[in-house]
Every structure is written in C-alpha cells, then in structure tokens.
C-alpha cells in the first residue's frame, strides 16, 4: 500500500476534479492502484488558482467524510502545492501554507513548467534556513530542467528534494518525458513517487505501474526506499538520500 504526496482531487478548487462525482471516483481509482493516504495538493498562488490554508483545510474534511460515507478506505490529509513567487515568503509568514507533514517539515513547490525563476535558488535558501525542505514538484516535466540538468542538481545537492510523477515514469506524458524520468531516478535525483492525479486524461494514478517498473530497473531496495521515503515524509520524519549524479546532457534534449 503506498503513501500519495501529490493529487488533485478535491473538487472545484483548480483543474483537477471538477465534482464530487469525479473526486469519488478517483479515490476509488486510488485505492485499486495501491493507495491508502493521500495529500491533497490543491495549486496555490500559481496565477490561476488561490486556495487558502484553512479553505483546503475545510474541504479535505467534508471529503473525508464522503469517503467514509461511501466506504471508500482512503485517508485524505491537507495540503497545497504552493507556486514559487517573490511573496512566498510572506506567506510562510503569514501562516497560510500547507505541508506535506503535520510538523511543517516538508513543503512541496512548484515551478512554472517552462521555467526556474532566477530568485529560485535564494527564496528555496532562505526557506531551508528555517528548517523546512523543499520538495520540487514534477521536475522531469519542467523545460527549463529538460535543458539544463545541472539545475536540478544543483538545487538536490544543495539539499531539496524532488518528487517524480509515476505517470512520467511510465510514458504519459511522451517518451522524452519518459526518458528525462528515468535519467531522474537513475541519477539519484527524485526521492518519492507520487501520482499528481487529476481528473484529465492521462492524469489517473499510475503508482502501481510505476513502482513495478523501479523494481525492475532499479530493484526492489531501490522501489522500497521510495515508499518508505513517501512515508516518513508525511510522517515529520527523516528521509533516506542517495549521492546525486548530475546527468550528462544527451541528444534527447537538444530540442527543448
């Protein structure tokens, strides 16, 4: 059973779910792939989508409660997928983000897909400095990334984390994708897998298919330090990191 850090299914808050028909199915999709608690990872402050602390806070209840009433086994937590900005510190400030832990140890952020804003490095500096770690949402669908590998080094070197979306890994999102995903893992750059699910086509779960296909590239201690990785962070706790390995720029990213 797997531990989901990163999904899209509370209803009407951004471009996952869009009702409480979808979300429930969704979380049955859940379930049949593996999955028995799940973060709810509303975007905020990503230009489009505001979803407050205590809004997500409130909605991930009322969901819960659905769930139980259609006897759905799924354990839903809050949280945000929070976008990068200048005033991300303010809002750390002001008390209106989200974990991915009950401790606020774990903050998963997000950059533009085409894009890392050059204030990046300083604003993920100062917000280590309080004690937090940064998880870097699906780096193997980010441009800027696809180009220039020794970011995401860089960044993983100098102590963030990263999550991988199983549906990359698997080929959801196209073989260059795919192919960048792979580098990832085989890299020591991603430290959990997580289904990003959204009520889109080609955005279900994939966690079961994914953490087959780890096993069998990477083996089984590799897949099961991921799931473990999954469970200490929503837990507060410590994770296991491997040396990164910066990847070598190949021919598969010359057209980004």
């Known amino acids: 059973m797997f531990v989901d850090l990163h999904s899209h299914l509370l209803p009407n808050v951004?471009?996952?779910s869009q009702s409480y028909r979808a979300s429930l199915r969704l979380a049955r999709q859940a379930v049949d792939n593996g999955i028995e608690v799940a973060l709810m990872t509303p975007h905020h402050m990503n230009g489009q989508y505001v979803n407050h602390k205590q809004d997500v806070i409130q909605l991930t209840d009322e969901f819960q409660k659905h769930l139980d009433n259609e006897n759905i086994p799924l354990s839903v937590f809050p949280s945000q997928e929070v976008r990068i900005t200048g005033g991300?510190?303010?809002q750390l400030d002001d008390d209106d983000i989200l974990f991915s832990d009950a401790f606020n140890?774990?903050?998963l952020l997000e950059f533009?897909?085409?894009?890392?804003?050059?204030?990046?490095?300083?604003?993920?500096?100062?917000?280590m400095q309080r004690g937090i770690t940064v998880q870097i949402a699906h780096p193997e669908r980010n441009?800027?990334?696809?180009?220039?590998?020794r970011i995401l080094f860089d960044l993983i070197e100098a102590g963030a984390l990263a999550q991988l979306t199983a549906g990359s890994y698997v080929g959801n999102f196209g073989k260059k994708v795919e192919s960048f995903s792979e580098e990832i893992l085989n890299h020591n750059l991603a430290?959990?897998?997580v289904s990003d699910a959204h009520d889109l086509p080609n955005r279900s779960f994939e966690m079961a298919e994914a953490m087959k296909k780890v096993e069998k590239n990477l083996g089984r201690d590799y897949q099961q330090l991921l799931e473990r990785n999954a469970e200490s962070i929503i837990d507060g706790n410590s994770i296991t990191t491997l040396k990164?390995?910066?990847?070598?720029?190949?021919?598969f990213f010359s057209k980004f």
Request: no cysteine; glycine share 2%; hydrophobic share 35%.
């Open 14 to 16: 951004d471009d996952g």
């Open 88 to 90: 991300l510190l303010q």
């Open 105 to 107: 140890q774990y903050l």
């Open 112 to 127: 533009p897909d085409d894009d890392i804003p050059t204030y990046s490095r300083d604003i993920i500096f100062k917000i």
């Open 143 to 149: 441009i800027k990334f696809m180009k220039n590998p």
């Open 191 to 193: 430290h959990v897998l």
């Open 244 to 251: 990164p390995e910066l990847i070598v720029k190949r021919k």
